[in-house]
């Protein structure tokens, strides 16, 4: 089973960007959905955005219009591009493929957006 290498995230003021990258490592079939979830301290991990084969995608409530994910079919990586964000942003994320044999999860990165 392949892992997943997330790069990316750090910290930035609020209003600024922030670009997350996730690509497979060692996996030899191709997701069919990609998705980028976060947890911030004391909650739980949530949905932030998925894109699924066909090119389809969804997004959380609360980021919907700053947050775009797309993916590379070539590499089968995903992205996910952070605009406008704001303190309540902060969490570490978390890139998951879904998998004909099951799910794989990045390591997660933190992102803090500062006030």
């Known amino acids: 089973q392949g892992q997943l290498v997330q790069s990316g995230g750090g910290l930035v003021q609020a209003g600024g960007s922030l670009r997350l990258s996730c690509e497979p490592s060692?996996?030899?079939?191709?997701?069919?959905?990609m998705g980028w979830y976060r947890q911030a301290p004391g909650k739980q991990r949530e949905l932030v955005a998925a894109?699924?084969?066909?090119?389809?995608?969804e997004y959380g409530d609360s980021v919907k219009g700053r947050f775009t994910i797309s993916r590379e079919k070539v590499k089968d990586t995903v992205y996910l591009q952070m605009s406008s964000l704001k303190p309540e942003d902060t969490a570490v994320y978390y890139c998951k493929f879904v998998y004909p044999y099951g799910d794989s999860w990045g390591q997660g990165t933190q992102v803090t957006v500062s006030s």
């Open positions: 060692g996996s030899i079939f191709r997701a069919s959905v």
């Open positions: 894109i699924r084969s066909n090119g389809s995608t």
